[in-house]
């Protein structure tokens, strides 16, 4: 077991897409009366990450309590907003917690475990879900450049993941928690009929 870090692991939210298939942004999208990209930056904090990063382009979005981190580059892909938070942690952050802003039924207990499991001395941890691995991700601050450098295109940290199943920690969130995209209205009715 590794020692406890001095400082908490990062939160990173990707919020940068237009949302063409939904028809407007996803990061301005209300459910339940919050923003999603409001509620994906409270569940990076209440799951224990400090400070949180949100990664813009189609929209500019006004925060309070996270950095935002403007991606020009947003059209190409979720992997240039990847590589965009990635450079903008603060020196010294010793692991991000990787969220994407359309799965609201991502929680701060899922976040929690992945950041139990890097105190416990994983340098990276995947939350699962029947086994397979989804969102959100940690990764440690020695796998930063290499993350880096494999996110192209719509591809974000599964490239890196793929290529090192050794490094990989798998944390079943499961009973915390569901990986359901809003990509699409039929989506949002899902989700909003579910609660």
Same mark, same amino acid.
């Given at each position: 077991?590794?020692?406890h870090?001095?400082?908490?692991? /990062?939160g &990173?939210? &990707?919020?940068?897409?237009e ?7 996803k /990061?301005?999208?209300?459910?339940g009366?919050?923003?999603?990209? *409001?509620r994906?930056v409270? @569940?990076?904090?209440?799951g224990?990450?400090? #400070?949180v990063?949100?990664?813009s382009? !189609? ?5 309070f309590? !996270?950095?935002?981190v403007?991606? =020009?580059?947003?059209?190409t892909?979720m992997?240039?907003s990847l ?10 952050c010793?692991a991000v ?6 799965? #609201?039924r991502v @929680?701060? /207990? ?8 890097f105190e416990d001395g ?5 939350a699962?879900y029947g086994g ?8 440690a601050?020695e796998h930063?450049?290499?993350v880096?450098e494999?996110a192209?295109?719509d591809v974000g940290a ?7 199943p050794?490094?990989v920690?798998?944390?079943?969130? *499961? =009973?915390? /928690?569901?990986?359901? =995209?809003? *990509? @699409?209205l039929? *989506? ?8």
């Amino acid at each position: 077991m590794i020692p406890h870090p001095a400082h908490p692991p /990062a939160g &990173l939210l &990707l919020a940068a897409g237009e949302g063409s298939r939904l028809g407007r942004p996803k /990061a301005l999208l209300e459910v339940g009366g919050e923003r999603l990209v *409001d509620r994906g930056v409270r @569940t990076l904090h209440e799951g224990g990450c400090a #400070p949180v990063l949100v990664v813009s382009g !189609a929209v500019t979005v006004e925060l309070f309590g !996270a950095v935002v981190v403007p991606n =020009d580059a947003w059209r190409t892909g979720m992997g240039s907003s990847l590589r965009a938070g990635l450079a903008a942690l603060p020196h010294g952050c010793p692991a991000v917690v990787v969220a994407l802003v359309d799965q #609201p039924r991502v @929680t701060p /207990a899922a976040v929690r475990r992945l950041v139990a499991a890097f105190e416990d001395g994983a340098r990276v941890a995947v939350a699962t879900y029947g086994g397979a691995p989804r969102n959100p991700v940690l990764i440690a601050a020695e796998h930063f450049t290499a993350v880096a450098e494999a996110a192209e295109g719509d591809v974000g940290a599964r490239a890196f993941l793929r290529a090192h199943p050794e490094l990989v920690t798998p944390v079943p969130c *499961d =009973d915390v /928690a569901a990986p359901d =995209d809003i *990509d @699409t209205l039929a *989506d949002l009715a899902a989700y909003e009929r579910e609660g």
